[in-house]
């Protein structure tokens, strides 16, 4: 009995969320065979206890049947989102599992608009989310969470520590909660770097599976503090279809290779107009997006629209996600906030072999 062969009888079992198998998915995390006791380690997405029950059910008798000769199947999962495991992380940020820089390599794309939607998607969905506005210099996180108050200050450990303010399920810390309304930050380089380490190191975060990094555009101090204080799970890239726009995103995206950050994705933000008619015109290009994957062999994890809904949802401080009546564009939102769920699965499941959250059948 073989490696191979166990694994060839898991690229037979769907993951029900990724409706992909094992293996292709990447959520193998280990494989242990003592004598004819085969112990399976595997990661899902999945939370739902009769679903998981119904899995380890169907892949032991799978397994019983294409190898007889094995007497006894563990099934262990990794249920829910998994976490990227790094001490200098864990040390930072000892709560937080993962942690994605939303990011640009130019302004006016909607980066943004893209991180408060995609934050609250992933709290509607049920996962514990934090946002960080790291754009110093223009934060736009309170007004697009319709925010005025300040955060409150708690001592831990004889030090005083921020509490982040809460919205829409997802916890939120901005500059623009500490200064004067129309106020500009007028900092050279190393003031804003200090301000985002205090973000993180002097926040009451708690226990997050995301933690979202709202960035600012380009490539600068503020994406080199980030990726040198704490090991990013990976970047999420934001872009428009138009030559111009991929030109900097690409910029963007080898600057986070060269500090060993993953992206995740691209999301392709203002990709087309749909009439009411369902006609569409695609007033900055088409698949733009698509091509930039294409290139460098990364997952499109949505388009998006140009829409009047987005428009007045970030001017009104209510994001899609959060309507009682989520319009079209905000299931977009909801759709991309899935797809990084399994993304983010699937990278932490090929980095680490020990798993945090057993669940035993």
């Given at each position: 009995?073989t490696?191979?062969?166990?694994?060839?009888?898991?690229?037979?079992?769907?993951?029900?969320?990724?409706?992909?198998?094992?293996?292709?998915?990447?959520?193998?995390?280990?494989?242990?065979?003592?004598?004819?006791?085969?112990?399976?380690?595997?990661?899902?997405?999945?939370?739902?206890?009769?679903?998981?029950?119904?899995?380890?059910?169907?892949?032991?008798?799978?397994?019983?049947?294409?190898?007889?000769?094995?007497?006894?199947?563990?099934?262990?999962?990794?249920?829910?989102?998994?976490?990227?495991?790094?001490?200098?992380?864990?040390?930072?940020?000892?709560?937080?599992?993962?942690?994605?820089?939303?990011?640009?390599?130019?302004?006016?794309?909607?980066?943004?608009?893209v991180?408060?939607?995609?934050?609250?998607?992933?709290?509607?969905?049920?996962?514990?989310?934090g946002?960080?506005?790291?754009?110093?210099?223009?934060?736009?996180?309170?007004?697009?969470?319709?925010?005025?108050?300040?955060?409150?200050?708690?001592?831990?450990?004889?030090?005083?520590?921020?509490?982040?303010?809460?919205?829409?399920?997802?916890?939120?810390?901005?500059?623009?909660?500490?200064?004067?309304?129309?106020?500009?930050?007028?900092?050279?380089?190393?003031?804003?770097?200090?301000?985002?380490?205090?973000?993180?190191?002097?926040?009451?975060?708690?226990?997050?599976?995301?933690?979202?990094?709202?960035?600012?555009?380009?490539?600068?101090?503020?994406?080199?503090?980030?990726?040198?204080?704490?090991?990013?799970?990976?970047?999420?890239?934001?872009?428009?279809?138009?030559?111009?726009?991929?030109?900097?995103?690409?910029?963007?995206?080898?600057?986070?290779?060269?500090?060993?950050?993953?992206?995740?994705g691209?999301?392709?933000?203002?990709?087309?107009?749909?009439?009411?008619?369902?006609?569409?015109?695609?007033?900055?290009?088409?698949?733009?997006?698509?091509?930039?994957?294409?290139?460098?062999?990364?997952?499109?994890?949505?388009?998006?629209?140009?829409n009047?809904?987005?428009?007045?949802?970030?001017?009104?401080?209510?994001?899609?996600p959060?309507?009682?009546?989520?319009?079209?564009?905000?299931?977009?939102?909801?759709?991309i906030?899935?797809?990084?769920?399994?993304?983010?699965?699937?990278?932490?499941a090929?980095?680490?072999?020990?798993?945090?959250?057993?669940?035993?059948?």
């Open positions: 009995m490696e191979e062969k166990i694994k060839e009888v898991l690229s037979g079992i769907m993951e029900p969320v990724s409706n992909s198998d094992f293996v292709s998915a990447g959520l193998i995390r280990n494989i242990s065979l003592n004598g004819k006791k085969l112990i399976l380690e595997l990661a899902t997405p999945e939370t739902d206890s009769n679903v998981l029950v119904t899995l380890g059910v169907n892949i032991k008798n799978t397994f019983k049947e294409k190898i007889p000769e094995i007497s006894e199947v563990a099934v262990n999962f990794t249920a829910g989102v998994t976490e990227h495991i790094n001490s200098k992380k864990s040390s930072v940020l000892p709560g937080v599992k993962n942690t994605i820089a939303i990011a640009s390599g130019k302004g006016g794309v909607g980066k943004s608009t991180a408060v939607n995609l934050a609250v998607a992933l709290a509607k969905m049920g996962y514990r989310v946002l960080i506005d790291a754009d110093i210099y223009g934060p736009s996180i309170p007004l697009m969470f319709g925010i005025k108050d300040k955060p409150g200050v708690t001592q831990i450990d004889g030090k005083n520590k921020l509490v982040p303010l809460e919205k829409y399920g997802v916890k939120i810390m901005s500059i623009g909660f500490l200064m004067e309304e129309n106020t500009a930050v007028v900092w050279r380089g190393p003031m804003a770097s200090s301000a985002l380490k205090q973000f993180m190191g002097d926040v009451v975060w708690g226990d997050l599976d995301f933690l979202l990094f709202d960035m600012p555009p380009g490539t600068g101090d503020i994406q080199l503090t980030l990726s040198q204080t704490i090991p990013l799970t990976g970047a999420v890239i934001v872009t428009t279809p138009q030559e111009i726009s991929l030109a900097d995103a690409r910029k963007g995206y080898i600057m986070f290779e060269k500090v060993s950050v993953p992206t995740i691209i999301v392709e933000n203002m990709s087309y107009y749909e009439d009411q008619g369902g006609k569409r015109e695609y007033i900055f290009g088409k698949g733009g997006g698509m091509k930039m994957c294409n290139e460098f062999g990364i997952e499109l994890l949505g388009e998006v629209p140009v009047s809904d987005i428009r007045k949802s970030g001017d009104e401080g209510i994001p899609l959060a309507e009682k009546t989520t319009p079209e564009a905000g299931k977009i939102f909801e759709e906030a899935g797809k990084l769920a399994k993304a983010v699965t699937k990278f932490n090929s980095r680490v072999t020990e798993p945090d959250t057993v669940i035993e059948f």
